[in-house]
């Protein structure tokens, strides 16, 4: 089955405490992305990946941190994590083609106490 | 810059009835249009896209969306609505000139009452 898995689906942590949030697809899609929701603003988009080891910032991408050393996994990486951070986080996959739309995992909700 | 926006944080309608979920849109070039559908504790599922010269996309669980160009609108439809449809609904849109970013609007909640 086409699958985006990310673990773990929910996190409570302290402030400060490093955290990374895996994410995996299995349709050996180039593109991934990480995405945050918050009520009343919709999905903003974190960091994307082109492809293995081509990575670039979305529009909210301090604090986080990614890697792409595989074509399979893009791990977030939170280095210091803070209360602002608290948010619902998803990531996602696509294949090649401006139209391909995207899939999504379940989601990992975080708590920064 | 792109933007994306939902007018309505909330539609409410009565089983059977059609609804609308609006879309508007500000995007270079030529765009890419999407509509995801959201359920709670789940992911965003991908419902439709626009198809270029097509006005009217047809897509998943019968929905279809509206595209009109000279309105830069992309609104979700569906004829006779299900309580099942009851959902959070958004419109994405990337642009056309070869970017990677995918800018998606707030949201709607649909609420389909029985």
């Known amino acids: 089955e086409a699958q985006v898995t990310q673990n773990p689906r929910y996190l409570i942590t302290v402030t400060g405490k490093k955290l990374t949030v895996t994410c995996s697809q299995n349709m050996n899609h180039e593109y991934m992305s990480w995405y945050r929701q918050d009520p009343g603003l919709g999905l903003r988009q974190i960091y994307y990946s082109m492809n293995v080891e081509v990575t670039d910032k979305g529009d909210v991408p301090e604090g986080y941190k990614v890697s792409r050393k595989e074509k399979r996994n893009f791990p977030l990486i939170l280095e210091s994590p803070s209360p602002n951070q608290t948010s619902l986080y998803f990531c996602?996959?696509?294949?090649?083609?401006?139209?391909?739309?995207?899939?999504f995992g379940d989601g990992t909700r975080l708590s920064i106490l | 810059a792109q933007s994306v926006a939902q007018p309505e944080d909330q539609v409410n309608v009565a089983e059977g009835n059609p609804l609308t979920v609006k879309c508007t849109y500000s995007?270079?070039?030529?765009?890419?249009l999407f509509w995801y559908v959201q359920y709670p504790n789940r992911g965003l599922q991908f419902l439709l896209k626009y198809i270029t010269g097509d006005n009217l996309v047809k897509g998943s669980y019968g929905f279809e969306a509206e595209f009109n160009k000279s309105q830069t609108s992309f609104h979700l439809k569906k004829p006779s609505a299900l309580v099942s449809d009851s959902a959070l609904y958004f419109c994405?849109?990337?642009?056309?000139?070869?970017?990677?970013?995918?800018?998606f609007g707030a949201g709607t909640r649909l609420f389909v009452k029985a």
């Open positions: 995007v270079s070039g030529n765009p890419y």
């Open positions: 996602a996959s696509r294949g090649t083609g401006g139209n391909q739309p995207q899939h």
């Open positions: 994405a849109v990337r642009d056309g000139t070869g970017g990677f970013k995918t800018i």
